[in-house]
């Protein structure tokens, strides 16, 4: 059974930073692309940032171009989203999906978005 597992959101002040994980099961964390998407406060779901199974290609949408950075460990099946100088704006649950290349398409999603695979959530609160 595919799985996809968040963690590691919480509650931090602006310019600081926060790690997130995404551990996957029932299959290797690089036969698929892997995305982060997020979704705010009576906001769509948007792509966040997503890393290519192929190549190790990275794309990031542009409002967190330079703060944030994709990696994935594949010993340990994971997917990292570390996240860093941010604002009140970055606020929203963040979701880890298993996507479809390409995945510059993926980061300039808005709205529904067909994965093979979703994570259940983290939350990131940017707040003083």
């Known amino acids: 059974q595919v799985q996809l597992v968040e963690s590691g959101g919480g509650l931090v002040q602006p310019g600081g930073s926060l790690r997130l994980s995404c551990a996957a099961s029932g299959f290797t964390s690089d036969y698929y692309d892997i995305a982060w998407f997020r979704q705010a406060p009576v906001k769509e779901r948007e792509g966040v940032s997503c890393?290519?199974?192929?190549?190790?290609?990275?794309d990031y949408a542009e409002e967190v171009k330079g703060r944030f950075t994709i990696s994935r460990d594949n010993a340990n099946n994971t997917v990292y989203l570390q996240m860093n100088s941010l604002n009140p704006e970055d606020t929203a649950v963040y979701y880890c999906?298993?996507?479809?290349?390409?995945?510059?398409?993926?980061?300039?999603?808005?709205?529904?978005?067909?994965?093979?695979?979703w994570g259940q959530g983290t939350q990131v609160t940017v707040s003083s």
């Open positions: 890393i290519s199974s192929s190549d190790g290609n990275t």
């Open positions: 999906a298993a996507v479809s290349p390409p995945c510059y398409i993926v980061v300039v999603t808005v709205g529904d978005y067909e994965a093979n695979a």
